[in-house]
């Protein structure tokens, strides 16, 4: 990166960096790479390159860890089925999403919601945490 970083002007620096930015802002959506070179007006080719060459990681590879990222968080943390969660990361198909997720993270989303469970299972009785003192006050009472 710091090769690539002082080998770019600052202009073309900024450019690359606002496309990273925008596809990190709509991970969640199909991005292609002729809409990304666009962004930082380079030819796909040209930003393919120099995307790789700057931040260590194609453009694509860049989405689908922001991706990846983002399931593991909603699957830790949510009840949501994984088809939903596979749709909301901007996958197309469940079988997709969970091949890659296989690749990526050693397990399929299912398991990785199970031990993620088992390791921060949230107590019973900790769940009126989570609910607003004003609403227990009231049910608590009749």
Request: aromatic share 16%; with cysteine; glycine share 4%.
């Amino acid at each position: 990166m710091y090769l690539a970083m002082s080998l770019l002007d600052d202009d073309t620096f900024r450019r690359l960096c606002r496309a990273r930015d925008f596809a990190g802002a709509s991970f969640h959506e199909p991005v292609s790479l002729d809409q990304l070179a666009r962004t930082a007006c380079l030819s796909p080719f040209h930003f393919h390159r120099l995307f790789t060459l700057t931040f260590g990681e194609t453009p694509h590879d860049f989405v689908t860890r922001l991706r990846i990222e983002h399931a593991k968080q909603v699957l830790a943390t949510d009840y949501r089925s994984v088809t939903d969660v596979c749709f909301d990361c901007g996958y197309a198909s469940l079988g997709t999403f969970s091949s890659k997720f296989q690749a990526v993270v050693g397990q399929s989303p299912s398991e990785y919601r199970r031990n993620m469970r088992r390791i921060f299972a949230i107590p019973q009785w900790a769940w009126s945490l989570y609910v607003p003192s004003c609403f227990m006050n009231f049910y608590g009472h009749s």
